[in-house]
């Protein structure tokens, strides 16, 4: 049964412009948010369904606890987002997510408040901030690993893409970070635990401290967070050491390092990073290239890299709208926001948005469910929706702050990749997209790669 079948007994309160409310009790809810944690392929869909129920929904408590709002419309998120942003922060599930290796909470851009954040966020600026991107020695190193990639496809005639990408990513990362190249083992370490974590995580946070470890995810989790921040220690302690013996500066983490931090909390910034960039950017990239299998006209306005089309910029765009690597961007009141004469969302309740529901909503997007990145991300069609139709990197103050490096990255890899190769699906099957709090590829995907005929 799915969710709209479940909750048809919501009593719609209003009808507001083109804004619908929906109220819901989530006691009609609740099985299905259950399962849908349980089983990650299940997340996106309980999101759609209640999104057939409105615009906005909002979920009430039953013993008389905090409400949870769904806000679908741009006009809702652009208020909470962007002009109510110092109403709203992280939720508790989400600062429990970030706990290090010890099970204590250290600051970093994602999880820290008020001036802990402002802090951590010019100190991340000067490196990944979005407007200015990677300098020309991160350039140099994108196409050093992207060369070193293609140079591998080449004795190839499929390759695994989910695999390939996260290898891809974490090698990218590393060298960002550090200045320096990952040893195999260390790149197969950090790519792993990062894929677990991100993949288990979110759902143990939302799970009673007592009852955690009675969670079928909790073995592979720890596990997996202690080698993955044992990794993260081991890369740290050999970078200062050659930080020492060489005297020279190398990295973007200096600043971090030798800024009289813990070093769990140095590991945390560390791991946060690492995490955010590889899991984010592996599953674009797979989507992008997947997408493109079946679009050889797109690769080939691709790998001519004239300077007057906009192609690669809108695959890449398109292919953040129609699978955004984060599920939901969830936030929680300070103090009472009037969202507007009808509708207010009270302190300590939940604010949930997802910029894949969004992002697919057909009064902003031609063919919401296709993949037509010439067509929804022309100059003028994106003048004439609202601009807070696509969301995938989030809105306002706390959007993610690297946004140019990583489209810098995309479009140096896809302009190469599509220069050298030409590739196709090797099955027609849609990728089983894993979601809980962020997005994981279907691991099974391959494509064919074949030589481009110059």
Not at 405 to 414: F, N, P, T, V
Request: proline share 6%; net charge negative.
């Amino acid at each position: 049964m799915t969710v709209l079948n479940a909750i048809t007994n919501g009593q719609y309160i209003s009808d507001q412009a083109d804004i619908k409310t929906a109220e819901i009790s989530a006691i009609r809810i609740l099985p299905h948010i259950t399962h849908a944690f349980v089983q990650p392929t299940r997340v996106l869909g309980l999101l759609e369904n209640i999104a057939g129920l409105g615009d906005r929904v909002k979920v009430t408590h039953p013993l008389g606890g905090h409400d949870a709002h769904f806000l679908f419309h741009p006009t809702d998120i652009d208020r909470v987002l962007r002009k109510a942003h110092k109403s709203f922060s992280i939720t508790p599930q989400q600062y429990k997510m970030l706990k290090s290796k010890g099970g204590k909470i250290h600051p970093t851009i994602v999880n820290s408040k008020g001036k802990q954040w402002e802090t951590e966020r010019r100190k991340l600026a000067k490196h990944v901030h979005s407007v200015k991107g990677l300098d020309s020695a991160g350039l140099e190193t994108v196409s050093e690993e992207v060369d070193r990639l293609i140079e591998s496809w080449k004795d190839k005639d499929q390759i695994s893409l989910g695999e390939e990408s996260s290898d891809l990513f974490i090698r990218l990362g590393y060298r960002i970070l550090f200045g320096q190249e990952a040893a195999n083992d260390t790149a197969k370490k950090l790519g792993n635990g990062a894929s677990v974590i991100n993949r288990h995580q979110y759902t143990v946070a939302l799970s009673n401290g007592l009852l955690r470890p009675l969670s079928e995810q909790w073995p592979k989790l720890k596990a997996a967070l202690d080698d993955f921040h044992s990794e993260v220690s081991a890369v740290r302690v050999k970078y200062l050491e050659q930080l020492a013996d060489e005297g020279k500066e190398i990295g973007i983490l200096l600043d971090d390092l030798h800024d009289d931090i813990d070093p769990e909390t140095a590991d945390a910034r560390i791991a946060m990073m690492i995490r955010a960039s590889h899991t984010t950017m592996t599953y674009t990239l797979f989507n992008a290239v997947w997408n493109l299998a079946d679009r050889p006209d797109l690769q080939a306005r691709i790998a001519n890299q004239d300077p007057n089309d906009q192609i690669t910029h809108q695959v890449i765009q398109e292919t953040m709208r129609l699978t955004p690597p984060i599920t939901v961007i969830p936030k929680q009141a300070n103090e009472n926001v009037q969202v507007d004469e009808d509708y207010i969302i009270r302190e300590g309740e939940t604010v949930i948005i997802s910029p894949h529901v969004t992002g697919r909503d057909p009064r902003f997007y031609q063919r919401p469910e296709e993949f037509l990145p010439d067509i929804h991300f022309e100059r003028e069609a994106e003048l004439s929706r609202h601009r807070d139709a696509f969301i995938p990197y989030g809105i306002g103050p706390r959007k993610c702050p690297g946004r140019g490096m990583a489209e810098q990255q995309l479009s140096i890899i896809l302009s190469k990749v599509c220069a050298n190769f030409e590739f196709k699906k090797t099955t027609q099957a849609d990728p089983v997209p894993q979601a809980t709090f962020i997005m994981l590829p279907d691991r099974s995907c391959k494509i064919s790669v074949q030589p481009r005929a110059q």
